[in-house]
């Protein structure tokens, strides 16, 4: 499974962007399906994760209500919406698959064997 990121870029505090990862691969509607970011100098961070068949969320709570997850299993594509952007914020995005919606391993960056290469979002003040 590959996937490609894109969307990142520079955006004033308070303001939107909407992340996008595309996965190759013919079963991607059951795939389980999860956003990370990581700063400089800090752990990889779980944001949100999104379930295969039943498109079920879960947030970490430093980004509910102003993230949201979202799929297109005919664009084989997850979004991330980020709105109320704040400064810290900032940092590298990444996405990630694996091969199924396991709900007790998809807060954890050791839950997904696949991994996007990440795209930068810079939120200035």
């Known amino acids: 499974v590959q996937l490609q990121a894109s969307g990142g870029g520079l955006v004033q505090a308070g303001g939107s962007l909407k992340l996008s990862c595309t996965a190759s691969?013919?079963?991607?509607?059951?795939?389980?399906m999860g956003w990370f970011r990581q700063a400089p100098g800090k752990e990889r961070e779980f944001l949100a994760a999104?379930?295969?068949?039943?498109?079920?969320?879960y947030y970490a709570d430093s980004v509910k209500g102003r993230f949201s997850i979202s799929r297109d299993n005919a664009k084989n594509t997850v979004y991330l919406q980020m709105n109320s952007l704040k400064p810290e914020d900032t940092a590298v995005y990444y996405c990630?698959?694996?091969?199924?919606?396991?709900?007790?391993?998809?807060?954890?960056?050791?839950?997904?064997?696949?991994w996007g290469q990440g795209t930068l979002v810079t939120v200035s003040s």
């Open positions: 990630a698959a694996r091969p199924s919606t396991n709900w007790g391993v998809m807060r954890m960056a050791g839950g997904y064997p696949y």
């Open positions: 999104i379930g295969g068949s039943l498109g079920t969320t």
């Open positions: 691969g013919r079963t991607f509607g059951s795939y389980g």
